[in-house]
């Protein structure tokens, strides 16, 4: 009898010392995101019936946006791994310059609603008369960078980047990161032919 109080007393104690632990403040912990694997940087020069080369990822695909004659000039560069694509058009400058680099600021600015910020960086190649403009959209806007590369006098091109996705700043952001790269790379090594 005495054994079996104490086992009782010894049982009570640890039912107790349990229940004590377990009071605690609940903190909760915070979401969590797939881990993203990223390709290794590898480029390769795209050169066709356009009148422009530059380097492109060699995981992205640059196809016509249609077959129409009219639309020769829209393409897009598809990342599939990451669901991304950069829609692109080029056109000639035909005395419209400045319709064309407002337009571009208008694209770009038009989705402040839900982003935080937009910073733009300024990028010139005296060299190979490349001048232009990296639109680096914050937050959740639907477009995260957006770009335009002109020689001033004859050509433009035009590019924004999407995601086939709800817009989710923290979980894209290793992903904009990574393709900004590639945008940039692209901005670099643009020649006008």
């Known amino acids: 009898m005495q054994n079996s109080r104490r086992y009782m007393h010894i049982v009570a104690m640890l039912v107790l010392a349990v229940l004590m632990a377990c009071g605690g403040a609940y903190t909760p912990k915070p979401r969590g995101y797939f881990r993203i694997d990223f390709p290794e940087k590898a480029y390769r020069t795209y050169d066709s019936i356009y009148p422009f080369r530059f380097r492109l990822p060699v995981y992205a695909k640059l196809t016509p946006y249609s077959n129409n004659a009219q639309e020769q000039n829209f393409m897009n560069i598809d990342i599939k791994h990451h669901k991304a694509r950069i829609h692109l058009t080029y056109m000639n400058i035909d005395g419209n310059l400045d319709m064309m680099i407002e337009d571009a600021f208008a694209m770009a600015y038009k989705h402040t609603q839900k982003a935080d910020a937009i910073d733009e960086r300024t990028y010139i190649d005296e060299q190979k008369r490349v001048y232009g403009l990296l639109y680096d959209i914050k937050g959740n806007s639907a477009s995260a960078v957006q ?8 050509h433009y091109i035009r590019g924004a980047l999407y995601f086939n996705c709800r817009p989710n700043k923290d979980s894209l952001a290793p992903v904009v990161q990574f ?15």
Request: charged letters at 35%.
């Open 147 to 154: 770009f335009f590369l002109t020689d001033s006098l004859n």
């Open 179 to 193: 393709i900004k790269d590639d945008i940039v790379e692209l901005m670099e090594s643009l020649e006008w032919k």
